[in-house]
């Protein structure tokens, strides 16, 4: 047996074989296996970690005192920790499990984790995985593949990561900025539009995760920036009106906009 550790310690077969030979013992496709895998998904989709497991065949349940295991969490330098963990096994787990809508609601349209495999840097190989998926090469653990009215949302997906995965491969970029820069809030994908909308929620609670103000209550929080913001000033003169810029991302469409805009600030300066 191996140890790799990530967030906590994991063990593993040294050699193939010994996993293949338990995977051929205890794995073989059937009602039993999806339900093993579906007790992993459970584990790493925090479906017990505050509800009592039922147990025995007379209905009873009990407080298993199972760990939660949120996508990711805020640390002491108020910087985010992604849970590895539960970002590589979950949808694994699902597929196996054969929870399609669960793989979909908890893993496939749910911006958090899509930005967590984002920051991890493996949005290329769940592409591929998902590529599989949509070939039949990856089933439930009972042989079954992927239900006909979930490939369209799983192929949505897919193409939503390839549009994105190469800038979000760069360092400080993140899934959920580049989600929001890429997707027009007009776009008539059910797929793209939902995911859009966590992603401006998501990428707000980033650039302001690091903000603190004590003693001062929060009045107003602006969406438009789809990156952290680097610089915000006052115009001239006014109180009410204020000019701010990210780090990534133009606004201006065309340059009659860009002029106007000039026009208004005259030669003021967002710069530090």
């Not at 790799?4 to 040294?14: I, K, L, P």
């Not at 599989?132 to 990561?161: F, N």
């Not at 009410?240 to 300066?269: C, E, H, K």
Request: with cysteine; charged share 15%; aromatic share 10%.
């Amino acid at each position: 047996m191996t140890s790799r550790y990530a967030e906590a310690a994991t063990h593993r077969w040294f050699h193939r074989q010994f996993a293949a030979l338990a995977a051929e013992r205890y794995a073989q496709p059937g009602s039993a296996t999806a339900q093993r895998h579906r007790d992993v998904a459970d584990f790493f989709g925090g479906a017990w970690s505050c509800t009592p497991k039922p147990y025995g065949s007379e209905g009873a349940a009990a407080i298993r005192h199972v760990q939660s295991q949120p996508t990711s969490w805020e640390t002491d330098d108020h910087g985010r920790k992604y849970n590895r963990h539960k970002l590589e096994e979950l949808w694994y787990q699902l597929v196996r499990a054969g929870a399609w809508q669960q793989l979909l609601d908890d893993c496939l349209l749910n911006a958090p984790y899509l930005d967590g495999l984002g920051t991890l840097g493996a949005l290329g190989t769940f592409t591929v995985e998902l590529t599989s998926l949509l070939a039949g090469h990856l089933g439930d653990a009972t042989g079954a593949s992927l239900p006909q009215e979930h490939t369209d949302a799983v192929r949505s997906v897919k193409q939503l990561i390839e549009l994105i995965s190469n800038a979000v491969a760069h360092d400080g970029v993140t899934f959920a900025s580049q989600v929001f820069l890429h997707i027009d809030s007009r776009c008539t994908n059910p797929v793209f539009a939902s995911i859009r909308e966590q992603c401006q929620a998501l990428a707000c609670l980033q650039a302001t995760s690091t903000v603190s103000a004590p003693g001062h209550a929060l009045l107003k929080s602006f969406t438009q920036h789809a990156q952290r913001v680097t610089c915000a000033r006052f115009l001239p003169n006014r109180t009410d009106q204020f000019l701010s810029g990210s780090r990534y991302g133009w606004p201006f469409t065309n340059t009659q906009s860009l002029i106007a805009l000039m026009l208004v600030i005259g030669a003021y300066s967002c710069g530090a």
